[in-house]
């Protein structure tokens, strides 16, 4: 029974590192309706970058991880910038399929410039697990819990109740309505993903701390998202129910069924669970309705 218990908290805490990946895509697809394909090539470029600053510029951490995540906030601007802001007004799908073209050129540029090989990550948490009686529980999935619960309660805060928030969710809507009536859309796009290249880098650290650096550990961008789908693309705080029913379904799939059958069906429950959700309710679980008038 101790050992169950244990595999359901710590499923519970890899379905939060899922939904801190997952906020990503739901805050670039609230300011612009477009879902970003290369989610998990914004967080390995955020791991690299907190790399390159701690174990190649020798900063400290207590300056690395500020810097690292201003520099990725300024990749995620530049991207905005260089790639999206002449698409404003256009259709969502050829929004949508640049996302997937920056997927293959950011994977190219790391592998470029950073090479295969495998890197030792910088230590962010501390190594030592949390004991609870016979439990074990990993210190960076536990902190990095609560900053995925912090991080969806200050996100759901500036979405719902800054104007700043209301300006992004309008420009979603309908980016020439969201300019006629005076909003920046270029500003809000901007911003949206700015927050995404943040929320992936932070993302990063938690998932890298103390292991091992290389461009494959883009693959978590795929692995959040069910997530995302299973919560629905407008809803951040349903991220965090969605991650943690998604990571304790994988983590005893993994832990029980897979040895009984041989397979790897953990990799797969996420997906099934995503797919079962959005035959009941196409938008998610938490997603919006959209109401059209005839």
């Known amino acids: 029974m101790v050992y169950f218990i244990n595999d359901i908290i710590t499923g519970a805490l890899i379905g939060l590192l899922y939904s801190l990946v997952a906020m990503g895509f739901v805050v670039i697809y609230r300011a ?7 989610q998990g090539e914004l967080v390995i470029i955020g791991g690299f970058i907190v790399w390159f600053t701690t174990m190649q510029a020798g900063l400290s951490l207590w300056l690395s991880i500020p810097l690292s995540l201003v520099l990725a906030g300024l990749v995620g601007y530049a991207i905005e910038r260089i790639f999206l802001t002449k698409l404003i007004g256009e259709s969502v799908f ?22 295969p090989a495998v890197r030792p ?9 949390l004991f609870l009686g016979d439990m074990l529980i990993p210190m960076n999935l536990l902190i990095g819990g609560i900053i995925t619960i912090v991080a969806a309660v200050g996100l759901s805060w500036f979405f719902n109740r800054t104007r700043s928030g209301l300006r992004m969710t309008a420009v979603a809507e309908d980016h020439v309505v ?4 005076g909003i920046s859309v270029k500003g809000s796009i901007a911003v949206a993903w700015v927050l995404g290249a943040i929320l992936s880098t932070i993302g990063a650290m938690i998932f ?24 629905g693309l407008e809803s951040i705080g349903g991220l965090i129910l969605a991650g943690i029913i998604i990571g304790i379904a994988q ?10 059958i041989g397979g790897s069906l953990g990799s797969v429950v996420p997906y099934i669970i995503m797919l079962a959700i959005l035959l009941i309710r196409p938008t998610g679980l938490f997603g919006w309705r959209t109401i059209e008038r005839v």
């Open 251 to 260: 983590s005893l799939t993994t832990n029980y069924l897979d040895p009984l």
């Open 178 to 181: 969201a300019s006629s009536m």
């Open 32 to 38: 612009s309706k477009v879902f970003n394909f290369a």
């Open 94 to 115: 050829s929004m949508v399929m640049v996302t997937v073209g920056l997927l293959i050129l950011l994977r190219g540029l790391v592998l470029l410039v950073f090479g």
């Open 121 to 129: 990550f910088p230590i962010i948490f501390p190594l030592k697990p």
């Open 208 to 231: 890298l701390s103390g292991k091992s650096l290389t461009f494959l550990a883009s693959d978590i961008g795929f692995a959040a998202l069910p997530v995302a789908l299973f919560a």
